[in-house]
């Protein structure tokens, strides 16, 4: 009896040193990256940049707006908020303005967390989102490169928060992209948390701590899965296109804007 008692014991050393090792700080996730927008003015440059390689195309989504560059108007921080703004205004041939923030840094696997207020007028189309390292629209080669959409928000759907992950095989031209829903009623009155966990075989996103979509890795290839390398961050507030203008586009009630409290991206210690 006495050696069973210390076969247990030494089995309960086994799994509390197992335990152990599973909860060392190497194992848990570090902030690498982030803006809290304790700041007032221009989003901080040497942390962001501005995308408009598309404008001249409509995005591929035959959007309304014109991204610009370093524009009070569109791109402000302030009060502790980052302010990502569509204004209805004439600009370069385009009937609205807006702006497409993408980080200078970008990052392979991790959780990245983005505190918002998505806009709600009609002709609205906020997104939180990544597109792989070093690519840029005039590239070309989507969806094969891959995207990762943490937070996708049309206006005519108010409070409906989407995600998705596009790849060669699964897109929504296609209608077979990775997808998820969740309703969160006061999504354009209050701030709640996008965030993405991303691994080399899962990806999830949740609003706050509500997990509502899930992705695993099938293990078929690039083709299913070109998650296997670093992505940028996106914020932007595009209007009208393929989606954003299903319903329309309600210009009387612009200026719109997505408000950002802050952006964490965390990854595990090697």
Partial sequence: MRNMEKVGVHMSLVVLLIM????????????????????????DSTLWDYDTEGNAHGWGNNEDQYYTVARKENAWVKNGLLHVTAVNETYHDKAYTSVRLISKADWK???????????????????????????????????????????????????????SAHSKDYQWQKGTQKTGTINIDDATKAFHTYVLEWTPEVLKCYVDDQLYFTYQNEGLGEDKWP??????????????????SVQGIDAEAFPQTMEVDYVRVYQREE
Avoid at 109 to 120: D, H, L, S
Avoid at 228 to 243: C, D, E, Q, R, S
């Fill in 109 to 163: 696997y991790g959780r990245i967390e983005v505190r918002a207020k998505v806009p709600e007028a009609k002709g609205t189309w906020a997104a939180i989102w990544m597109m792989p390292g070093g690519w840029s629209f005039n590239d070309g080669g989507w969806p094969g490169i891959g995207e990762i959409d943490i937070m996708e928000h049309v206006g005519h759907e108010a409070g409906v928060i989407h995600a």
């Fill in 20 to 43: 152990s090792i599973a909860c060392t700080p190497k194992q848990e996730y570090k902030l690498v990256w982030s803006d809290e927008f304790d700041y007032t003015g221009l989003p």
């Fill in 227 to 244: 998650y296997n390398k670093p992505f940028y961050l996106i914020l932007n507030v595009a209007v009208g296109g393929a989606w954003g």
